[in-house]
């Protein structure tokens, strides 16, 4: 389970991202598309293109870890809009998503 509180950090591509890739795909995401370094505490969410899978990448100050959530049934039916790549979400968004 994912810690979180009111004041961790998160944020969530907006666009789904290739399941394929695992952490140094993620970590290369978010450094050349999102311009972020993912080393920085942050949380960061990303959506596969069924909307069935969710990644949370995380570095904790001495590596990074990937948290995975996929669907037994139905999809995700609510994922954040906007027009930027990636926007805030608050913990208790990010865990209304998971609790699908």
């Known amino acids: ?3 979180l509180t009111e004041r961790t950090q998160i944020l969530v591509a907006i666009a789904p991202v290739d399941f394929r890739r695992q952490i140094n795909g993620l970590i290369a995401l978010c450094q050349h598309q999102y311009h972020t370094d993912p080393r920085n505490g942050v949380y960061y969410v990303f959506i ?5 899978m969710i990644r949370v990448l995380q570095h904790d100050g001495s590596g990074y870890w990937v948290a995975t959530k996929r669907l037994s049934r139905g999809k995700y039916l609510w994922w954040p809009n906007s027009q930027s790549p990636m926007t805030g979400l608050s913990a208790s968004q990010l865990m ?3 609790k699908k």
């Open 1 to 3: 389970m994912i810690h």
């Open 96 to 98: 209304k998503i998971l």
């Open 48 to 52: 596969n293109r069924a909307k069935t």
